[in-house]
């Protein structure tokens, strides 16, 4: 049985997901290849300001601050479907068809919003899982022994405390504020967010968070 993100790789052209507060926590190859960011320039940075998409009859701007795509999901609706029009790597125009999958975040009452992208001409994002999931199962997803290895010498790695200050990192929360709600000084919690950071070989916290999430860790 494929894995979930196995089967999004072969149905949809492209995925990636923001938190509550629009900051883009997951960027897959499809999207570099589609829209020419790479992982390392999209993660961290609000979804619209890397977008930058327009509605596809008007040309007026789609994308902005406070979008509230994911709102009618959030309040128990069904996920929001939509289609945009966004500028391609070689600066040409494309039309996106994007579906919302909805993923509870660890901060209460909050969630993340997954955005499955799929250029429009082609058949449907259900369609395409269908066939990905019924008719053809992806092969095994082949990784380099030594990323593996580094990956879970790193997850060994994290104490049973930064892996809790990692937890509420991905909630949003602040340094002052983790170092409250854990009793602990701010010069303490900022030790083990240089730690955990150190450890899992990321340059800023919004990229510990992203490797957090990407690698289940939260």
Not at 58 to 87: E, I
Not at 168 to 176: D, Q
Request: with cysteine; net charge positive; aromatic share 6%.
């Amino acid at each position: 049985m494929p894995t979930l993100g196995q089967v999004f790789h072969r149905a949809v052209d492209g995925t990636f997901a923001v938190d509550s507060r629009q900051r883009i926590i997951y960027w897959d190859r499809g999207c570099e290849d589609l829209l020419g960011h790479t992982s390392e320039s999209a993660l961290g940075r609000p979804c619209c300001d890397v977008l930058q998409g327009c509605d596809p009859a008007t040309g007026a701007s789609f994308c902005c601050y406070g979008c509230g795509v994911a709102q009618p999901g959030m309040n128990g609706g069904a996920p929001n479907s939509f289609s945009v029009q966004v500028s391609t790597h070689d600066d040409k125009l494309m039309q996106l068809s994007v579906n919302i999958v909805l993923i509870p975040s660890n901060c209460k009452s909050t969630w993340n919003a997954a955005h499955l992208l799929h250029v429009e001409g082609k058949p449907d994002v259900l369609t395409s899982l269908s066939y990905a999931l019924d008719k053809h199962p992806p092969a095994p997803v082949r990784r380099r022994n030594g990323a593996a290895t580094r990956h879970r010498r790193a997850v060994s790695c994290l104490t049973a405390r930064e892996q809790e200050v990692l937890a509420l990192l991905a909630e949003g929360l602040t340094g002052a504020v983790i170092a409250k709600r854990l009793t602990i000084s701010i010069t303490t919690a900022r030790n083990h967010l240089q730690h955990i950071q150190r450890k899992l070989g990321v340059h800023s916290q919004i990229e510990a968070v992203a490797y957090a999430y990407r690698h289940n860790l939260v």
